[in-house]
């Protein structure tokens, strides 16, 4: 079954190009979905146009973030696992740290992933060949530096590994993983759980680059599950074994 792969990418394109717009706009409506957790209006824009998706292959099922979930999706051969906006918090504050996440699923492993930052780069992967559409002509020079959510940073749940890694803070998760996989940083290191609409999209970007995506306790990610990740770390493969045997992650796991 050959899928419409230049029509998934169509459809990114234009919701991040909706998400874009609507970024300059003065009064951009928004609210707290509860714990510090802004929904706007351009999460549920973005979400409209991502919702076709779904209408390409028929029978898949469309799983979002914005959407409520329902475990009949387990039983779908094809699922979609869509963040609109990944990095919302960045988004509102006008921190170009943000992006769409999207993975389509069969059998557990991401078939298509594409993470797209309006404001940099489109990454993708179909049966695991990448492709990239640069936006901007900004600086992709390799840092070895490993990738941390900022909101992890500012409640210290790295303090003790500011010695150990050579930390860097970025928006969001699926972007962070995005530029792993472009080898534009050396890692990314999350201590907090994960939903599958966080992780999906970029975890299909790094295996795809031929590197290694897995929780704290080193274990692969299986998606279209009911569960949430013990947080992520991933790289390249000696890289994230180098971590995993010489630091402990799972003990600064939390669930905050």
């Known amino acids: 079954m050959k899928l419409p792969v230049d029509k998934f990418l ?3 394109t234009r919701a991040g190009k909706e998400i874009l717009a609507l970024s300059k706009k003065e009064d951009l409506k928004v609210v707290d ?3 510090n957790d802004p929904l706007s209006e351009a999460d549920l824009r973005a979400n409209e146009i991502l919702s076709e998706l779904k209408d390409l292959i028929p029978g898949s099922w469309f799983f979002s973030e914005e959407n409520e979930d ?3 999706r387990m039983d779908k051969e094809f699922v979609w696992i869509v963040d609109p906006i990944d990095g919302t918090r960045e988004f509102v504050k006008q921190i170009p740290e943000y992006a769409i996440s999207v993975s389509l699923i069969r059998h557990d492993k ?3 992933s594409a993470v797209y930052n ?3 780069t489109l990454e993708y992967q179909y049966k695991g060949r990448r492709g990239t559409r640069c936006i901007t002509e900004r600086l992709r020079d390799y840092k070895p530096t490993v990738c941390i959510s900022r909101s992890e940073w500012n409640k ?3 303090k003790g590994l500011e010695s150990e890694l050579n930390l860097e803070v970025v928006g969001s998760i699926a972007y962070k993983l995005s530029l792993v996989a472009q080898k534009r940083h050396q890692g990314v290191i999350s201590l907090c759980p994960k939903n599958e609409w966080d992780i999906a999209g970029g975890v299909g970007l790094v295996e795809a680059a031929g590197m290694v995506a897995c929780d704290l306790y080193g274990r692969k990610f299986h998606f279209n599950r009911s569960d949430m990740a013990f947080g992520i ?3 390249e493969e000696d890289w994230v074994k180098e971590v995993l045997t010489t630091i ?3 003990k600064y796991f939390t669930k905050h």
């Open 10 to 12: 169509e459809i990114i």
């Open 33 to 35: 979905k509860g714990g």
């Open 70 to 72: 329902d475990l009949v």
């Open 110 to 112: 991401a078939l298509f």
């Open 118 to 120: 309006p404001n940099d």
């Open 156 to 158: 210290d749940f790295f």
């Open 233 to 235: 770390i991933a790289g």
């Open 248 to 250: 402990d992650l799972s």
